[in-house]
């Protein structure tokens, strides 16, 4: 018995080591060129600052981010081009109809993909730096919102500080999928605005806070 155990033991690990060996590919098949450098170059910059030593693992990872652009541009088209196509072909109800159904198959394929991306990155990053991966690719967001809401309002309590961070990180899940700079913004500021409120019902004058904030950063040299 203990034999079999062994043998099924060598086995699952030989299996496990061939998949975490496997080089990943970069979905670069009948894209336009000098898009895909564009796009490798970017996630290129997001790996840069992962300080990976191995060169092959940083490779995979960079794919994994290119080839993740690719999947999000690519389900982007196919909504815009099924607008198009209800634009041109269709009236009215239909018209709206059909528009409402490609933003409803380009959600269920945004929320269908959306765990496969950190997933496949956990081959090959810890969490701190999965955390960074999404940081890049959402402009820093995260932490340049959390630092400012810290310095505007320093009596704030420990909870408080977590639920901000916990908000601003589910803004970055949407973020990450957004189609491009602007609605990765826009679902930042839709999280904003309920921080804002949570912040407003603790207690705090935002407006006053925020005016006591301006006077401090000015004192020490800096701006907003």
Wanted: with cysteine; glycine share 4%; proline share 1%.
């Amino acid at each position: 018995m203990m034999k079999i155990y062994t043998i099924l033991f060598f086995l699952l690990t030989f299996t496990t080591l061939n998949i975490n060996a496997q080089s990943v590919k970069l979905n670069e098949e009948n894209r336009d060129p000098e898009y895909v450098k564009n796009i490798v170059n970017r996630s290129q910059k997001i790996v840069d600052k992962l300080n990976i030593n191995d060169k092959e693992t940083a490779a995979n990872v960079c794919n994994i981010i290119a080839n993740r652009y690719f999947l999000l541009n690519d389900i982007y088209e196919k909504r815009d081009a099924a607008v198009k196509e209800a634009k041109e072909k269709l009236s009215g109800n239909e018209k709206n109809a059909a528009i409402q159904a490609a933003e409803n198959e380009k959600d269920a394929q945004l929320y269908r993909k959306h765990f496969d991306f950190a997933s496949s990155l956990s081959l090959y990053l810890n969490d701190e730096q999965i955390e960074a991966v999404k940081d890049g690719m959402t402009y820093n967001v995260v932490e340049v919102t959390y630092k400012a809401q810290c310095d505007m309002i320093p009596t704030l309590k420990d909870f408080e500080k977590k639920q901000i961070l916990a908000w601003l990180k589910e803004a970055r899940e949407f973020a990450i999928d957004a189609e491009n700079s602007k609605k990765k913004h826009e679902a930042f500021g839709k999280y904003k605005g309920r921080i804002n409120n949570y912040l407003s019902k603790q207690g705090y004058d935002l407006t006053k806070e925020r005016e006591e904030w301006y006077k401090r950063v000015k004192a020490r040299g800096g701006q907003l």
